[in-house]
């Protein structure tokens, strides 16, 4: 079967499939009117990136991260991307495979849609998400590789310091469980757009 055509349909059960399992949103009457701001219910929207480090059983090695967040009352719901791959050096292989441009590694990309709780007062935002995501990995058997696709359930918590109005910074720990190779890690990140 052509894999551009079975990816792209995979993409689409996912994303039907987030849009008629979180549809839910706090309850305006549950809106806090008081005139603190640590359960805030106002409506933010920020694209984030960062870069950190990638692990599992089988490997260790840097990824990357770009998304998109969407949060109202409580709820949180994400859209990201993440790449992960081995280090160019990978001291449990061969030496054959310790070359320059060797593409006989780890790797994996992740799309995910997630939904989650978040805690928000005007300088902190932390949060926790799960969903469902799409990974293709990259797997080494030998002198060979070998491309596979699962489905995931990947996994967020977020914490973000915005110290002005459309910026912020912070920590991402992911995780994201799946049949070829689980993945784990943490990056630092920016925050860009309406954060409070």
Excluded at 85 to 103: A, F, I, K
Excluded at 139 to 148: A, H, N, S
Aim: glycine share 12%.
């Amino acid at each position: 079967m052509n894999n551009e055509y079975t990816t792209s349909s995979t993409l689409t059960i996912i994303f039907l499939t987030w849009i008629f399992i979180f549809p839910g949103e706090v309850n305006a009457s549950d809106r806090d009117n008081s005139t603190t701001n640590w359960y805030d219910s106002s409506r933010y929207g920020w694209l984030y990136a960062g870069y950190g480090l990638a692990g599992s059983k089988q490997f260790g090695g840097l990824a990357g991260i770009v998304g998109f967040s969407y949060v109202k009352n409580h709820n949180q719901y994400t859209m990201r991307l993440i790449t992960a791959g081995e280090s160019r050096v990978y001291p449990h292989q061969p030496d054959y495979l310790n070359t320059v441009g060797s593409s006989d590694a780890y790797q994996f990309i992740d799309i995910g849609l997630l939904y989650g709780y978040g805690i928000n007062s005007r300088y902190i935002k932390i949060s926790a998400s799960a969903g469902l995501s799409l990974l293709r990995g990259n797997v080494p058997r030998g002198i060979d590789d070998v491309r596979l696709f699962t489905f995931g359930i990947p996994l967020e918590i977020n914490l973000f310091i915005s110290p002005l109005p459309l910026i912020g910074f912070g920590f991402i720990g992911y995780g994201n469980i799946n049949f070829i190779s689980p993945l784990y890690g943490y990056m630092v990140c920016v925050q860009i757009g309406k954060v409070w």
